[in-house]
């Protein structure tokens, strides 16, 4: 019961007492000290904030990214998103290749860099906001400014900045409309891929539909299949797992410990 006290108030001095540029930058920087992290916060008038972490920074633009992302630290952060889409249950090794489609910031190649493999990871984001930051993470791995879809063309892209919930399908959240351009990912890439990693906001069947010709040479799938899709927010779990069952996929983990609706596919052909 005391634990249970001391981590609700916790979660609420973290979400709700933390501030905002400097005053999240002090709070944050001192909630490190305390925890013997090594991680420091700054914010770039104009620019977002930076997290200095040993040799290595992150930036991202909003102060939530700090409070729910990196509060216990950016290596932790690559731990946790590992656990959310089953990649402690692959084996990975230097030259894999690893496609991200909606990298956000790029938090995934986080999991790689702690465990210093060194794979190719490429990343797909179509919101120019968000790349330029993803871009200064992830360097020098590749990033595209492309939404994967199941057809190649300019599509309208439903924007949420806060809840980084944009999708290429209209939702409650959207508080901004971009034009981007879309394509199918099997017009992109024809090589070996290792993982096929998918977070596409309730548009993960379209996503994988656009990858059918190269779907023979992905080896596992990580999808997050939450409800997501559309105005009515549903889940893509039947639509996703009947689709990958028809092509030669079995399903070998579902649901993350966090309780995140993530699915891990391997190829069975």
């Not at 949420?160 to 099997?186: C, G, M, W, Y």
Request: hydrophobic share 40%.
């Amino acid at each position: 019961m005391i634990s249970l006290i001391k981590k609700k108030l916790s979660t609420f001095y973290r979400t709700k007492l933390t501030g905002t540029k400097i005053v999240l930058a002090i709070n944050y920087n001192l909630h490190a000290i305390m925890t013997s992290n090594n991680n420091r916060l700054r914010y770039i008038k104009n620019s977002g904030y930076l997290i200095k972490y040993g040799k290595n920074f992150r930036v991202f633009p909003t102060p939530e990214c700090a409070t729910y992302l990196y509060w216990n630290g950016v290596s932790n952060r690559g731990l946790t998103i590992g656990r959310s889409y089953f990649l402690d249950s692959i084996i990975f090794k230097d030259g894999d290749i690893v496609i991200d489609c909606g990298a956000n910031l790029g938090d995934l190649k986080l999991y790689f860099d702690n465990l210093k493999v060194d794979i190719e990871y490429i990343a797909f984001e179509p919101n120019l906001y968000v790349c330029s930051y993803l871009q200064k993470n992830i360097s020098p791995s590749k990033h595209y400014q492309i939404a994967l879809w199941n057809e190649s063309a300019t599509k309208e892209f439903f924007v949420s900045t806060h809840t980084a919930d944009s999708s290429l399908i209209n939702h409650p959240f959207t508080n901004q409309i971009l034009k981007v351009e879309a394509r199918r990912l099997d017009e992109l890439e024809i090589r070996k891929i290792k993982l096929f990693k998918v977070e596409a906001e309730g548009a993960e069947i379209e996503v994988l539909m656009g990858a059918e010709k190269i779907l023979k040479n992905i080896e596992f799938i990580s999808a997050d299949l939450g409800p997501e899709r559309g105005m009515d927010q549903k889940n893509t779990i039947t639509a996703v797992t009947n689709y990958l069952l028809s092509k030669n996929f079995e399903l070998v983990e579902a649901i993350a410990p966090s309780n995140r609706l993530t699915f891990l596919f391997k190829n069975s052909a």
